[in-house]
């Protein structure tokens, strides 16, 4: 241990954490109540429409849980710092990146899993839906991009700062990757949450709000959709080509921006054993667990 670090209080860290994940658990099992009745239903059709009023009502009930501590104001807080296009496009090409990256991890865990006689190819199905219907569509653009943002960059990242900035980012991208409740998705959203929760902080949560939006639509059911004609290698040679290069420009501008980067670390880094203690939390461990098991039952037995 280093000359001078702090060690973190377990019980301040745990008692905070729980309340985190109180309200995380509650968002979940919100959500959770409005889609079950379209199960019930042979042709789900109202399935998105319930997971809509879901995640409305999962928010509110945030608010209202934490109305003392958070609020809008609290939640788009702007840090004095004013987004540029060139910063945006710098953040969009990092962010683009945990495409690519994911996609590797992706291979060496379903080569993990295969020696256990376990695939993710049910998962990876999953992962990559594209929307079937409008009101789809709008809830994968519009609804999950502002109702997430504003609970895991919101309430989350918010919630857990006091601990300093790079747990809490850490911590709120964590939250979000076991929220997707699938493990190839688990592994971008844990990527990507650290680049959102990074803006939020840096700037705003409008901004991680919006790279949410482009990631969601115009990555996801635009590209698909302009992409159906083609054949599947071609589909396979535009991801790969494109991501590639996002990967390869990403790496060229972490490196030059390692110094900066790592002093920020340095200086917003947690006392020692806050993250020991904030995974050992009661309420994080059944946050985790609720949302892990669905994810461990989605695998398939080889």
């Given amino acids: 241990m280093e000359q001078g670090e702090k060690t973190a209080d377990p019980r301040e860290v745990r008692d905070h954490i729980n309340l985190t994940a109180f309200g995380m658990i509650l968002y979940s099992l919100t959500t959770l109540l409005f889609v079950l009745p379209s199960e019930f239903l042979s042709d789900g059709r109202f399935y998105w429409h319930l997971a809509t009023l879901g995640a409305v009502a999962g928010v509110a009930v945030l608010f209202f849980l934490y109305r003392r501590t958070m609020s809008v104001p609290v939640l788009f807080a702007r840090s004095g710092r004013e987004m540029t296009p060139p910063a945006f496009l710098l953040f969009l090409i990092v962010f683009f990146s945990a495409q690519m990256t994911s996609t590797l991890l992706e291979l060496g865990l379903e080569a993990l899993l295969n020696a256990l006689g376990l695939s993710m190819e049910s998962s990876l199905v999953y992962a990559t839906l594209t929307s079937t219907s409008p009101m789809m569509l709008f809830y994968a653009a519009v609804v999950a991009p502002v109702a997430e943002e504003l609970v895991y960059r919101g309430f989350c990242l918010r919630l857990t700062q006091r601990f300093g900035k790079v747990f809490a980012i850490v911590f ?8 997707h ?16 929760g990074f803006v939020t902080l840096r700037y705003s949560l409008h901004w991680a709000i919006l790279m949410h939006f482009i990631n969601n639509f115009v990555l996801g059911d635009l590209a698909d959709t302009l992409c159906a004609f083609l054949p599947e290698n071609a589909q396979a040679l535009l991801y790969y080509l494109f991501f590639g290069m996002m990967l390869i420009s990403a790496v060229f ?19 020692k054993g806050t993250y020991r203690y904030a995974l050992t939390a009661l309420l994080m461990i059944v946050l985790i667990l609720m949302h892990l098991v669905p994810a461990l039952l989605l695998l398939d037995i080889l």
């Fill in 172 to 179: 709120s991208a964590f939250a979000f990757a076991v929220m």
């Fill in 181 to 196: 409740e699938n493990l190839p998705q688990a592994v971008f959203a844990f990527q990507a949450g650290l680049v959102l």
């Fill in 253 to 271: 501008v972490m490196s030059a921006k390692r110094g900066m980067l790592g002093a920020w670390l340095q200086e917003n880094r947690a006392e």
